[in-house]
């Protein structure tokens, strides 16, 4: 069973910009795409962005253009840095197999206000 750390968040102005990580326990990237996710209060839990094994990246409408997913397959860590961010891209932040395959983390808590 691979374990889930992310990390990263924090609490930012409208504008500001954000660096999430996600450490797995175990060889991630091989057989699995792997996804972002986040779940804002009374939400359900949405994709964000996802990369492929093969490194090919999607992102949600609403992130596109400010959000960049990347990951390092030697340290089984996936990043999403995260630009302009807006009160809308409040949520906590979780990174798991696209679709998810594993057990949640605890998530990073990611605030956008003024």
């Known amino acids: 069973q691979v374990q889930l750390v992310e990390s990263g968040g924090g609490s930012v102005q409208p504008g500001g910009s954000l660096r999430l990580s996600c450490a797995a326990s175990?060889?991630?990237?091989?057989?699995?795409?792997i996804a972002w996710y986040r779940q804002a209060p009374g939400k359900q839990r949405e994709v964000v962005s996802t990369?492929?094994?093969?490194?090919?990246?999607n992102y949600a409408d609403s992130v596109k253009g400010r959000f960049t997913i990347s990951r390092d397959i030697a340290k089984n860590t996936v990043y999403l840095q995260m630009n302009r961010l807006q009160p809308e891209d409040t949520a906590v932040y979780y990174c798991?197999?696209?679709?998810?395959?594993?057990?949640w983390g605890q998530g990073t808590q990611v605030t956008v206000s003024s």
């Open positions: 798991n197999a696209a679709p998810p395959r594993w057990d």
């Open positions: 175990g060889s991630i990237f091989s057989f699995a795409a």
């Open positions: 990369i492929t094994s093969g490194g090919m990246r």
